[in-house]
């Protein structure tokens, strides 16, 4: 059974980097897309961008400036980076796998998600 | 970005009874509609896909419909363990877009 797990500061400053890992245990990650999702609270989730396990990316236009994935599948592990952060940024963080080979449709299974607050 | 809308916001119903869930989508997505279930602090669960086929292990009282902008999740007769909060997602343009969620409560 794929299980996914997300790890990571809950706590960070205004305009700092945002840094999250997500490790992936139970499957290979190969042959799959996983992506990084997010909720403000009281809002609808938000997609951030998705990986290949070689490491092709896909941004949220709305975020592209900001972010950027990683993927290290030695370790079953892919990553989010999210610079210049601001109190909109605070959210529960999801890692999710994606249901096909090129991230085009939806996620299963997902992490627990891993609450981040930007504050001072 | 399109646009998903769901509505009511929350409904109350009684176990046993019928429940209906609409999402609207701001232009046509297709078919390419997915429903989730999450309930408390649990990952969101699929429960559909392709606006209308169950997930493995999704039970059968738990249907979906429609097609283009208008889409909606049917549970037939309410357990006690449905009463959560579900969202809809589209896939058909990236970024992949949600709505806000239908909390089900218990009346």
Known sequence: QVRLQESGPGLVRPSETLSLTCTVSGASMTNYFWIWLRQPPGKGMESIGYISYTGTTNYNPSLKSRVSLSVDTYRSQFSLRLTSVTAADTAVYFCARCSSTSCLGWFDPWGHGTRVIVSS | ?107
């Open chain 2, 1 to 107: 970005e399109i646009l998903l809308t769901q509505s009511p916001g929350t409904l109350s119903v009684s176990p046993g009874e019928r429940a209906t869930l609409s999402c609207r989508a701001s232009q046509s997505v297709g078919r390419s509609l997915v429903w989730y279930q999450q309930k408390g602090d649990q990952p969101p669960r699929l429960l559909i896909y392709g606006a209308d086929t169950r997930a493995t292990d999704t039970p059968a009282r738990f249907s979906g419909s429609g097609s283009e902008t208008e889409f909606t999740l049917t549970i037939s007769s309410l357990q006690s363990e449905d009463f959560a909060v579900y969202f809809c997602q589209q896939y058909i343009n990236w970024p992949y877009s949600f709505g806000q969620g239908t909390k089900l409560d218990i009346k």
